[in-house]
């Protein structure tokens, strides 16, 4: 698979990561099954088969479970964590925790950061994190505590590399000039039914009611070699066979689309979905988070094609359910 490099870190990663978030099953905290921790080992397995390694992990992810369960994956190859580089993240927290009034809410404090990457060196068994990400903005960050904390965990070897998810260019402004690390990423929902990262500046200075945000977030993050990575690469798997609760006709005819490409190319769709992110010149490195070991070699195909200019604008075109300016 070819390797890329994230951001202004030493890493050399695959240009397609695996998303962790599944593996532990049930979403509340009940001990893990035996059923949960066969398929988990299976899932990553087959990432591992088609050369993944980099693996995308996160605290909360199934209330820890799914940290935990990956860390099995140690006892049938005790010497892969030097050939793998894990990534989590932290800076959610739950509602109802630690008490019953506490509410959902976002939390970038020097304690929780701290206690955070413990719980996940503990549930994946390992000296340090090759990647820490901050989940999503807090608006009660305080960046001379998130300084303090990075600055202890990369002291101490607990954490090599710093970055944000879901944040825009201001966000990561503010935090970079209180830091002594270098953020090297940027994780953010994108796939090619959302996607707001690109419209803005395909749709600027034009009317337009659906456009999103983004204050020039991507071209920021290429300025300052800053790796994206997108969350929902598979788009949540409406263009491959689940189909939303409602219907929709972009979504229809962009599935359609996507399977006519494959067909021409003999690979399953999900190549394609996973292709079109890695053409962008802005070198985003696609997170997929299916736990089916068929669609993980499926979506991995994608790193041998090759979408053209016009085969790329007719599925942006289609995904965006409208025409260009």
């Known amino acids: 698979m070819k390797l890329q490099q994230l951001g202004s870190s030493d890493l ?17 905290y009940t001990p893990i099954q035996e059923r949960t921790r066969r398929e988990a080992a299976r ?14 992990h996160a605290d909360i992810y199934t209330m820890g479970k799914s940290e935990e369960v990956f860390s099995e994956i140690w006892q049938q190859a005790p010497h892969l964590r030097g050939d793998i580089y894990l990534q989590s993240k932290c800076g959610i927290r ?43 903005p807090d608006p009660l960050v305080e960046p001379e505590e998130v300084a303090r904390a990075f600055d202890e965990l990369h002291q101490a070897g607990k954490v090599r590399w710093f970055g944000v998810s879901n944040h825009t260019a201001a966000q990561i402004s503010l935090l970079q000039k ?43 993050c290429r300025e300052h070699n800053i790796s994206l990575q997108s969350w929902g690469s598979l788009a949540w798997g409406h263009l491959t066979g689940k189909m939303p609760e409602q219907p ?34 802005a070198h ?29 604008y007719r599925l942006f075109t289609a995904g965006r359910g409208e025409s260009l300016p």
């Open 12 to 28: 050399q990663v695959t240009r397609i990561a695996y998303g962790c978030m599944p593996l532990g099953g049930a979403w509340d």
């Open 94 to 136: 739950w509602g109802g925790e630690p008490d019953a009034t506490s509410p959902h809410r976002f939390d970038f404090s020097y304690e929780h950061i701290v206690r955070s990457v413990e719980g996940s060196l503990r549930r994946l068994q390992t000296d340090y994190l090759d990647v820490l990400l901050l989940h999503r």
């Open 248 to 281: 929709d006709e972009r979504i229809t005819r962009t599935a359609a689309l996507v399977a006519e490409m494959a067909r021409q190319r003999n690979v399953a769709p999900e190549a394609i979905l996973v292709a079109w992110i890695l053409r962008l010149p």
């Open 43 to 56: 899932s990553i397995r087959a990432a591992l088969d088609q050369g993944i390694n980099f693996f995308d």
């Open 178 to 220: 209180y830091l002594r690390q270098r953020i090297v990423a940027n994780q953010v929902a994108f796939n090619l039914i959302h996607t707001f990262l690109i419209d803005e500046g395909i749709t600027f200075n034009q009317d337009n009611p659906r456009l999103a945000r983004n204050l020039g977030t991507l071209e920021y």
């Open 284 to 312: 985003i490195q696609a997170v997929i988070g299916t736990r089916d070991p068929g669609r993980i070699a499926a979506a991995c195909l994608a790193d041998d094609v090759e979408l053209d200019r016009e085969e790329w």
